[in-house]
C-alpha cells in the first residue's frame, strides 16, 4: 500500500510484515528460519528502497509471504530480492508518472 509522506508512525518510509504458512513449513524452526533469512535480505536492501521512496515523497506499508515449499539459500534469496526490489520501485515509478497515453 502506497502512502504519503509522513503517513506511518515513527516517521520511517517502510512498515514490512513478514509471514510464512505453518502449512508448508510445519516445524517453527523452518518457520523462524525462513523468516530470518527474508528480514535481513529485506535489511540489506532496505537503504536503497527508502532513498527511493523518500525521493517520490511516499511511505510503503509492505507485506512478504514467503509461499514457497522449500527454503531457500542466502545468496538464492539475496538474488531474489534484487528483482523484487528492482520491480517494486519500477512500478511503483509507473503509478506515480501520469499516462501520456490516456489524453
Excluded at 2 to 16: H, I
Excluded at 26 to 32: C, E, F, G, S
Excluded at 49 to 66: C, D, H, M, P, Q
Aim: overall charge positive.
Amino acid at each position: 500500500m502506497l502512502l504519503p509522506e509522513d503517513s506511518l508512525p515513527y516517521n520511517t518510509p517502510a512498515q514490512v510484515l513478514i509471514t510464512t504458512s505453518k502449512k508448508k513449513f510445519h516445524h517453527a524452526v523452518d518457520r523462524n528460519r525462513v523468516k530470518r533469512l527474508t528480514r535481513e535480505c529485506y535489511r540489506l536492501h532496505k537503504s536503497q528502497l527508502y532513498s527511493f521512496l523518500e525521493n517520490k515523497g511516499r511511505t510503503l506499508v509492505l507485506a512478504i509471504n514467503y509461499v514457497h515449499y522449500e527454503i531457500f539459500g542466502f545468496n538464492s534469496l539475496m538474488h531474489k530480492f534484487d528483482k523484487l526490489t528492482a520491480m517494486l520501485c519500477e512500478d511503483i515509478d509507473v503509478f506515480l508518472t501520469p499516462n501520456e497515453s490516456k489524453k
